[in-house]
């Protein structure tokens, strides 16, 4: 198994920080077919080759992810996808 883990700075509320995050998951259903599920701060995310988490901190955000066999093959594409998505939410804080 393959291992993802990204974080992200963000100077954000945490309303607006969750409704970017809830973008994400959007955008992760529609590409990988994900089932997503909150609790409390903590985003869920399922597949039958994955199984991550996008954590809403107060000044930051923490994707992690397991890959099953068939995506870990394709790691780096899943990895640059979620970069992308998380680029367009969460441009780095500050700039």
């Known amino acids: ?43 869920s995310i399922e597949h039958p080759n994955v199984n991550g988490t996008v954590t809403v901190g107060r000044n930051e955000i923490v994707v992690e992810a397991t890959l099953g ?12 996808e979620l970069v992308r998505i998380l680029d367009a939410e969460f441009p780095e804080a500050g700039a």
Request: hydrophobic residues 45%.
């Open 1 to 43: 198994m393959s291992r993802i883990h990204l974080r992200r700075a963000h100077d954000l509320t945490p309303k607006a920080a969750r409704t970017r995050v809830n973008r994400m998951a959007d955008a992760l259903g529609r590409k990988f077919d994900a089932e997503c599920s909150w609790d409390g701060d903590v985003l």
């Open 69 to 80: 066999f068939l995506l870990a093959m394709f790691r780096d594409r899943v990895d640059e």
